[in-house]
């Protein structure tokens, strides 16, 4: 092919006109702040993260409509990383250094906030960061409003393991094959440990993302369950596989008076494309029902409901509140207070305003963030499936848990800190 | 009708020379803005001022070019030697994994837990480091595997699969399989290479800080260097008698076969060095973009490749660079603009260069060299 | 322990009422209200106490406790059927409170509500009752106070399944009794069953405190071992059922596939959203009959699957006549240029309905399963795709091979020039037959909504499969397909049992990638065909 004076002219210019389009820094409006929106809006985890998306959004509106923060309307940014993890890097650069965000709430799965977490913590900035996950971090930069294990998993095997729960003796650990369950489990096999149970009694077991058939997992279940004393599941399978696993479960005639399953994955938003009447009596562990009657999460349902009619959501006709929305809407609160008391949207100083951050959840506890951990304290609701897929709260903590980001129980923790450590 | 592009012929003022005048002078003129202005614009220049050139859009010119390359090898196979592969992000993933072995062992103690081990190897309770990541702390070695090991996956499976004269659309779909399959193995964590997380939080290579903005830099002007370098290889390859024989095989295999070339010995060959150009493309891509994990071995990634080969115009080598530039720059810009709409572009692109422009972008530019009456020289 | 004690009491006291009433409501009003309402261990202790006073409203009340039917005020107990209300207490209708509160119950409470139901039907005069109530008592913990109650039950028992399954519980309730020589006799009568509650229970008393007599353990272990054989029954059957499942599976999905590319050479990417649009409208369907035929729901799927087919058979046509038509000949092309059209369905399904799954019912005839043996439950909705792919199958073999239809298309797989000069519209033909072909591929899609999620990525999934099927079993016999679709579903499922499933699909992938170098052409190909492809 020719390549002419011309082009090479052409090679320049292109090049040219790309960087610059590049590191177009755009005016900054005076009066707005930009927060920024991290989550996935196609590929796979579209699915859990397009209501945290939207959740941010009413949020934003909340608080904008009472008169935003430090006098300035919140200006949101919204960016789909479509479920591509460098492209959540890329995209976490992009928010920070070109739109000059002041932080930013996203991140679902343990992949994305890891591919995330070099960016913020070499740009200094700040991210909010709403799912439950498998702890084993603890970044300046991160604050972490989902639960860690001790918040979520622990209570839910020693429910398991007491009488109203069943008092299970084996478990079985099943879960998706990526760092959260994995975690979660390696700290769950180490509880177990404590508590009496022996390697016998525990099978642990993986599916890919996006595994459909469980018949063969079920039948091993159903073995396991059939060499000794009472069975329990604990499924750390992640979204999407946990239709096709419920199905299965249901329609082989797994009772949960017979073998009881805990996820904690699995929430009501999860629950929508199942039919939940032979799932009654399977539990889920979170710190939020949407079916906990209190007036605070009246307003917050009432909130989204009409948030989602006005927006023309997809989900208007049947809107579901969920764990990661209600830590979305408590982590935007509460950086929003923080900012107030710092009166100033600088990194190292709302991170000094945070800690000790209080907020009425709608969970119906007061939330407070932790002086010192950057994880809040959350109180841990064990719900069990009704027919209609939303959950009957069975058991709950009498208030808020501190968060204990490296597990005791893992040995490699030991010696760790409570607290960032200084890099 | 033919679909393919015509037969390069070569006029009597290239050869011996490769390029000519005007060629040659594009391609320093390249190597000056990658090499020159660009770090300059970047390092020199402060932030505030309009000229300056941010580390973001040095980063992402830096992913393309990687992307270049891949779709530069995609040019050899597919738009020089007919052989369409969907698959060939397996080599681009398996260099960039035999990169990113090296650099986690380059984390050494910084990680959260003060081990030897990479992090995943201790969440997942491992005590030793697994046999195939012996001798992953030497970069030599590593880099040694960058170019072997996409090398020896590609000419097993190709000496195999041409030799039982698998074609077209079987081959392709194969090669989608093979992909897959790739994908399932690093996916799981069993296997030792960090499963759905893959390998992220490099902080170091040889020694220095890869975070720092002069590392960015070099390794931004390796990853042109190399984009060029490979570029002209291919030019010579193309123009060579070999790259002849690899168009006649594009063109009618059978007769090829009858006038006495083995086509074997082509096929293989360019398959081998177009896997270890991916391979090594993935090694530069990894460092820079920070992460690398089995998404990059997903059968979309592969076909991405091939659109941007076709966009840009097959069996021009140029083509696939600026289709490569193209694809992805629309990409960035409509995932931050417009993030709904990108699949729609994105599949309309491949529908329209598949219906409409058969020769991409370099045919847009030759039609209306035509309408102007310049004759297309090849 | 408690929970053993508990049960023995039901039972124990349930029997000793040998009328199951007709429901009559005689339950006391604070006894209702302390099953009801309150702490766990409160209500299973008033639970005891209802059943050791022999109420008779008890059944009924237990009922309806667990169909989550019953409602409380501060004064009130009422049972709600129909938002029709009736006083738990009198039976009489009456006005539910609008501050009536929901009764909850947990794992343990339903546990135990079912236990003493079943208690008091072991004795009931319908033979289905009673067969259920032992269902029930076999899967549950065996208990020594539970002897009189089953001896009673065996005395009048009629039905000869039934008194041997009686049998089997008495043994298993005199599995530690302090007797030799009943314990001997439990264990040689328990080395019958098949059931793995009893292999559970024969191995708890392996465990080194349990049963102190050699001689027994090794009757134990004898019994343990027999169990056993009759389980691999079941779960040797169960792989074989697996498998045929996902190889029904796989040929629904690689059918349409395979005819399209016999006969156009065409490898279709957007078949997977061909399905996904099946699956969609299988959702609409239920939806309309949700609204405007909540009493037919369960009929559906019978609207939905020739929904399914027609939509996605129009769908196809569109793209063929569209797009596809324009590539013949350059099936690499066709291959990209489908590729952009499954981009593009996919995010305008995300546009008009959302990223997230939505939410497919099975009918309630397709929920459940049958329980062929103790340890294997064939589900209702993968025999009915079982059966599905065999009607499907069945029709486009007929289809193809007695229709004129089927002759054209077959004609102009085999010879395109030839079948054009003797006068067949070759470009109709392809058009219907891409129709045909994502038609079925859309009835594949209503099969999977069955049992799978439904959302933008449907497709995807089965994508690299239905390929994987067409490339083995080869094109122009619908032999090959079938083949192909059974045999690497069983391969699959008997190597996950081995593997595991990620493995499994790996050796699956290879196996097929070395079986194609071996047999490029497939399983089955059409004699005749050129070299060149």
């Given at each position: ?9 052409l ?9 610059s389009?590049?590191s ?8 707005t ?35 935003g ?6 200006e ?23 739109d ?20 913020f ?12 996950y498998?702890?084993e971090e ?11 294990p ?13 009488k ?6 084996r ?5 998706t094959d ?26 642990e ?8 058939d ?40 797994i ?12 929430g ?21 029902f ?27 006709d ?6 990661p ?27 000094a ?8 959840a ?18 841990v ?29 893992i040995?490699?923790?030991k ?9 | ?20 005048v005007r060629?040659?002078?594009?391609v ?11 770090p ?13 050139l ?9 992913k393309i ?9 995609m ?8 052989i ?8 681009f ?16 103690h ?8 990479p ?24 880099m ?33 399989a ?5 994908m ?6 069993e ?5 759905n ?35 002209l ?52 891509y990894?460092?820079?973009?920070g ?7 997903s059968?979309?990634a592969?076909?991405?490749?091939a659109?941007?080969a ?26 931050q ?22 020769r ?19 | 322990?408690?929970?053993?004690t ?9 029997a ?12 006391d ?10 702490d766990?261990?409160?209500?299973i ?5 209802a ?21 409380t005020?501060?004064?009130?107990v ?10 738990a ?5 009456a006005?539910l ?9 947990n ?8 236990t ?6 072991l004795?009931?005069?319908e ?12 899967k ?35 599995i ?42 090794a ?18 059957l ?9 190889g ?35 959702w ?7 609204h405007f ?30 797009v ?6 350059r ?40 329980a ?39 004609g ?11 006068g ?9 037959a891409f129709a ?13 909504s ?8 449907l497709?995807?999934?089965?994508i ?10 080869g ?42 170098q071996?047999r490029?052409q ?5 004699k ?6």
């Amino acid at each position: 092919m020719t390549t002419s004076r011309r082009s090479f002219s052409l090679t320049l210019g292109a090049l040219a006109a790309f960087a610059s389009l590049t590191s177009m820094t755009p005016a900054q409006a005076a009066d707005t702040i930009k927060v920024g929106i991290l989550h996935s809006l196609s590929g796979t985890m579209a699915i859990s993260e397009t209501v945290l998306k939207d959740t941010a959004l009413m949020t934003i509106a909340e608080i904008n409509a009472k008169g935003g923060v430090l006098g300035k309307q919140l200006e949101p940014v919204v960016v789909d990383p479509a479920s591509n993890w460098p492209l959540f890097a890329e995209k976490a650069r992009q928010l920070i250094t070109q739109d000059k965000v002041a932080v930013v709430f996203g991140c679902w799965t343990s992949v994305s906030r890891k591919s995330v977490l070099p960016v913020f913590e070499e740009l200094n900035s700040l991210l909010f960061y709403p799912v439950q996950y498998e702890g084993e971090e603890l970044s300046k930069n991160v604050f972490y409003t989902g639960a860690a294990p001790n918040q979520q998993a622990i209570p839910a095997v020693e429910y398991l393991m007491s009488k109203d729960g069943g008092s299970a003796k084996r478990f079985v650990l099943l879960g998706t094959d990526y760092v959260y369950p994995r975690t979660t489990n390696k700290i769950l096999r180490s509880f177990l440990h404590s508590r009496g149970v022996k390697d016998e009694d525990i099978m642990e077991e993986y599916t890919p993302f996006g595994h459909s058939d469980y018949q063969s997992i079920i039948a091993k279940i159903k073995k396991f369950a059939s060499e000794g004393k009472k069975t329990a599941v604990v499924s750390t399978i992640n979204g999407d596989s946990n239709v096709p696993f419920y199905k299965e479960l249901g329609n082989q005639g797994i009772k949960a008076t017979d073998v009881p399953v805990v996820a904690f994955s699995v929430g009501e938003e999860e629950l929508r494309g199942v039919d939940a009447k032979p799932l009654v009596g399977h539990l889920a562990a979170w710190n939020y029902f949407m079916s906990i009657k209190n007036p605070t999460n009246a307003a917050f349902i009432k909130e989204w409901s009409d948030y989602a009619k006005s927006a023309n959501l997809a989900s208007k006709d049947k809107p579901l509140t969920n764990d990661p929305m209600e830590a979305t809407y408590i982590g935007i609160h509460m950086w929003a207070q923080a900012v107030e008391k710092a009166k100033s949207t600088d990194t190292d100083k709302v991170i000094a305003a945070m800690a000790g951050q209080t907020f009425k959840a709608p969970g119906g506890f007061v939330s407070t963030m932790d002086p010192k951990n950057h994880h809040l304290h959350k109180p841990v609701f064990i719900g069990e499936i009704k027919p209609d897929g939303q959950f009957n709260v069975v058991w709950k903590t009498p208030g808020p848990i501190k968060a204990q980001p490296w597990s005791p129980y893992i040995p490699e923790d030991k010696g760790k800190k409570d607290e960032p450590e200084k890099k | 009708m033919t679909p393919a592009a015509p037969v390069q012929l070569l006029p009597e003022s290239r050869r011996g020379l490769l390029l000519g005048v005007r060629g040659w002078s594009a391609v320093i003129g390249v190597l000056a803005v990658i090499a020159v202005l660009i770090p300059l614009l970047n390092l020199a220049v402060p932030a505030g001022n309009p000229l300056h050139l941010g580390d973001y859009g040095v980063a992402l010119v830096a992913k393309i070019m990687c992307y270049a390359i891949c779709a530069l090898a995609m040019d050899l196979i597919w738009g020089y030697t007919g052989i369409l592969s969907l698959g060939h992000g397996l080599y681009f993933a398996l260099g960039g994994y035999a990169m990113g072995m090296y650099l986690m062992r380059q984390i050494g103690h910084d990680g959260n837990y003060r081990s030897d081990l990479p992090d995943f190897m201790v969440f997942l309770d491992w005590k030793a480091m697994p046999w195939t990541w012996a001798g992953s702390a030497s970069f030599v070695f590593q880099m040694i595997l960058v170019v072997a090991v996409p090398a020896v996956v590609s000419g097993v499976f190709g000496w195999f699969a041409f030799r039982s004269r698998i074609k077209g659309v079987y081959f392709s779909i194969i090669t989608q399989a093979l992909t897959f399959a790739g994908m399932l193995l690093f996916f799981r964590n069993e296997t030792g290479f960090g499963g759905n997380n893959g390998f992220t939080d490099f902080k170091r290579i040889l020694g220095i800080s890869i975070a720092a903005p002069s590392t960015r830099m070099v390794l931004f002007v390796l990853t042109g260097l190399t984009l060029v370098a490979f570029y002209l290889l291919a030019r010579a390859i193309v123009n060579s008698k070999y790259g002849r024989v690899l168009q006649a095989i594009r063109d009618a295999e059978s007769r090829v076969m009858f006038t006495g070339y083995d086509p074997l010995k082509y096929k293989l060959s360019i398959w081998v060095l177009s896997a270890v150009m991916c391979g090594i493309a993935g090694a530069l891509y990894v460092p820079q973009v920070g992460i690398i994990n089995p998404s990059e071995m997903s059968p979309a990634a592969s076909i991405e490749m091939a659109i941007w080969a076709a966009v840009g115009g097959r069996g021009t080598l140029v083509g696939p660079i600026v289709g490569a530039f193209f694809v992805n720059g629309a990409k960035s810009w409509f995932t931050q603009a417009f993030p709904e709409f990108w699949l729609y572009f994105l599949g309309a692109l491949f529908i329209a260069v598949t219906l409409f422009l058969p020769r991409g972008i370099m045919g847009i530019k030759d039609r209306l060299k035509k309408e102007k009456g310049v004759e297309v020289k090849a | 322990m408690r929970r053993l004690t508990l049960r023995s009491a039901f039972i124990a006291l349930a029997a000793v009422l040998v009328m199951v009433a007709a429901p009559a409501w005689a339950l006391d009003a604070a006894q209702a209200r302390a099953i009801a309402v309150g702490d766990g261990d409160a209500r299973i202790a008033a639970l005891q106490d209802a059943v050791a006073r022999a109420d008779p409203g008890l059944a009924t009340f237990a009922q309806a406790l667990l169909d989550d039917s019953v409602k409380t005020t501060a004064t009130g107990v009422f049972i709600v059927h129909d938002d029709k209300a009736v006083d738990a207490v009198t039976g009489q209708p009456a006005r539910l409170p609008d501050d009536a509160e929901d009764v909850s119950n947990n794992n343990r409470m339903r546990g135990a509500l079912q236990t003493a139901l079943s208690g008091l039907r072991l004795v009931s005069p319908e033979l289905a009752t009673r067969r259920a109530a032992v269902d029930d008592l076999t899967k549950g913990d065996a208990d020594p106070a539970l002897l009189p109650v089953i001896a009673k039950a065996i005395a009048r028992e009629t039905d000869a399944g039934l008194k041997s399954r009686l049998e089997r519980l008495k043994a298993a309730a005199q599995i530690a009794a302090p007797d030799r020589a009943q314990r001997l006799q439990a264990i040689q009568l328990l080395s019958n069953s098949g059931e793995p509650t009893v292999r559970a229970l024969l191995q708890s008393r392996l465990a080194p405190d349990a049963e102190t007599d050699l001689e027994l353990r090794a009757a134990l272990a004898h019994a343990v071992t027999q169990v056993d054989g009759r389980l691999a029954w079941g779960e040797r059957l169960g792989v074989l059922f697996t498998g045929i499942s996902l190889g029904s599976i796989l040929l629904l999905v690689a059918l349409g596939l395979a005819i399209t590319y016999g006969l156009m050479g065409v490898i279709n990417m957007a078949h997977g959203e061909l399905m996904m649009i099946g699956a969609y409208t299988t959702w609409g369907v239920q939806n309309l009959f949700r609204h405007f035929a909540p009493g037919l729901f369960d009929a559906y799927i019978l609207l939905a699957v020739p929904a399914s087919f027609v939509v996605s058979a129009a769908v196809g046509a569109i793209l063929e006549r569209g797009v596809i038509r324009f590539l013949y000949g350059r099936p690499l092309e066709t291959l990209l240029a489908t590729w952009g059209i499954s981009l593009v369905l996919m995010q305008g399904v995300r546009s008009l309905f959302g990223a997230q799954n939505v939410e497919v019912e099975n009918p309630s005839w397709m929920s459940g399963g049958i329980a062929v043996t103790s340890n294997l439950v064939l589900p209702y909705n993968r025999l009915a795709i079982i059966a599905f792919a065999a009607l499907v199958l069945l029709a486009t073999w007929a289809l193809i091979s007695r229709t004129r239809l089927g002759l054209f298309v077959r004609g102009v797989t085999q010879n395109r020039r030839m079948a054009s000069c003797t006068g067949i519209n070759t470009t109709r033909i392809d058009t219907l037959a891409f129709a045909l072909g994502a038609g079925i591929a859309g009835m594949a899609g209503c099969a999977l909504s069955q049992v799978g999620n439904v959302g933008p990525d449907l497709g995807q999934s089965y994508i690299v499969d239905s390929f994987m099927v067409v490339v083995l079993g080869g094109v122009g016999q619908l032999a090959g397909t079938v083949l192909a679709a059974l045999g690497l579903g069983l391969m699959n499922k008997m190597l996950e049992g081995i593997a595991g499933a990620v493995l499994a699909k790996i050796f699956v992938l290879i196996f097929i990638v070395v079986f194609i170098q071996k047999r490029p052409q497939g399983l089955f190909a059409l004699k005749g065909r050129s070299a060149e492809s």
